[in-house]
């Protein structure tokens, strides 16, 4: 994979960040939630946002 100019990096990091807080919020809203549907659905966009967060990381190492 080629380098990373310093605007692609930080743009990596930006979007790591980003989906960091979006998984916590979603995590969080899933926690206070009643309906199951509802609550699996938080859990699963969590989940997504998660996993899209490592696989930035990983263009990082």
């Known amino acids: 994979m080629p380098q990373l100019n310093e605007q692609e990096l930080q743009n ?5 960040g980003s989906h960091e807080t979006c998984a916590q919020k979603l995590k969080t809203f899933a926690q206070q ?25 990983s263009v990082l190492q």
Do not use: G, Y
């Not at 990596?12 to 790591?16: G, Q, S």
């Open 12 to 16: 990596v990091r930006h979007f790591i």
């Open 33 to 57: 939630c009643q309906d199951p549907q509802i609550k699996e659905m938080f859990q699963q966009s969590s989940q997504q946002a998660e996993n899209t967060k490592q696989k930035f990381l």
